[in-house]
C-alpha cells in the first residue's frame, strides 16, 4: 500500500509518496535544480538510442561529427529540458543513484516563457544544432507536439498533467521504478479529477501505459528523415481513488489510501 500526501490548499503543489518500511532510495521524490546534471544523465543513458532523441541529432549535417560530440549534444538537450522542469514543472526520481526520472509538467505551467528558456539554456540549441536539426527541433518537433496535445485535449489542454519524459537506466530495469513514478501523478491527478497525456517513442512501451490506465488515441510521425519515425499518443482518464476508512483530513492535508496499478 502506497500513501499519496495531497495538499488540500494547493491542488497541484508538490506531489509527495512515501512507503512506510521502504528504504529512502525506493521511495519517490523531488527533484532540485542543484540535481539537475544527475537526472539528465540517467535519462542520457535511457535515451541514448531513441529515435527521437537522435533525429535531432544524426543528420546528414552531422556526419562528420565524432560520437562523444553527438553524445555530448545529447546530453546538453536533456539538461535544458530537465532544468527547465526543474524550475516551472515537476521532476522526480527513485532508486539509489537517480535510476529512473520522470518530467511532469503540471496543470497550468509550461515552459515557454522567456525567462525560462534563457535560465535553463534551451536558447542555445539554435546555435548547438546543425541546420537540419534546428528544422527538425524548431520547426518540425515542438509544433507538431504542441498542435496534437491541444487537437486530442481540446479545452483540457491546459488543465491535464503531461508526461514529458520518463527513462530507467539500463541497469535499474525490471524495478517498478517506472510504475512507482507515474503512479505518484496519476494518483494525483485522479484526487482531482484530471487527465494525464503522454507521447511514447518506443513500440514497446503503448502495452506497460496501458496497464497504468492509459489509452491511444492517435499516432504521429516525424517525417524530416529518410524513415519516418512514428509516436503514440495517450491519454488517461482520471479514476476515482480509493479512500479507506482511516483518510483523515487534519491542517488542510487530505490523506489517500491507494494500491499501486499493475504494470509489466
Not at 541529432?57 to 562523444?68: F, L, N, R
Request: a negative charge; hydrophobic letters at 35%; proline letters at 4%.
Amino acid at each position: 500500500m502506497a500513501t499519496t500526501v495531497v495538499s488540500a490548499t494547493k491542488p497541484h503543489a508538490t506531489i509527495l509518496s512515501t512507503s512506510q518500511g521502504l528504504p529512502t532510495t525506493e521511495q519517490v521524490r523531488i527533484v532540485t535544480v542543484k540535481e539537475y546534471k544527475e537526472a539528465a544523465q540517467c535519462l542520457a543513458e535511457a535515451f541514448a538510442e531513441d529515435d527521437v532523441a537522435r533525429y535531432f541529432i544524426d543528420t546528414e549535417h552531422t556526419e562528420q561529427c565524432t560520437p562523444e560530440e553527438k553524445w555530448k549534444l545529447h546530453v546538453n538537450i536533456l539538461e535544458y529540458v530537465v532544468y527547465a522542469h526543474c524550475l516551472k514543472g515537476l521532476v522526480t526520481t527513485i532508486g539509489p543513484n537517480y535510476d529512473c526520472v520522470a518530467l511532469w509538467m503540471p496543470p497550468g505551467k509550461n515552459i515557454d516563457d522567456l525567462l525560462t528558456i534563457f535560465r535553463s539554456g534551451m536558447w542555445r540549441l539554435r546555435y548547438q544544432l546543425c541546420s537540419e536539426g534546428k528544422k527538425r527541433f524548431f520547426d518540425e518537433f515542438l509544433p507538431l507536439l504542441h498542435d496534437t496535445k491541444l487537437e486530442v485535449m481540446g479545452d483540457r489542454d491546459d488543465d491535464s498533467y503531461y508526461l514529458v519524459y520518463i527513462g530507467t537506466k539500463s541497469t535499474a530495469r525490471g524495478k517498478g521504478y517506472a510504475r512507482k513514478l507515474i503512479d505518484n501523478v496519476t494518483k494525483q491527478a485522479d484526487a482531482e479529477g484530471r487527465a494525464c497525456y503522454l507521447e511514447s517513442s518506443n513500440a514497446i512501451n503503448p502495452a506497460i501505459y496501458r496497464k497504468l490506465g492509459f489509452e491511444e488515441r492517435k499516432k504521429i510521425f516525424l517525417s524530416r528523415a529518410e524513415a519516418p519515425i512514428e509516436m503514440d499518443i495517450m491519454v488517461r482518464e482520471p479514476m476515482r481513488p480509493t479512500i479507506s476508512s482511516s483518510s483523515l483530513l487534519q491542517g488542510g492535508t487530505t490523506i489517500l489510501q491507494a494500491t499501486s496499478a499493475s504494470a509489466a
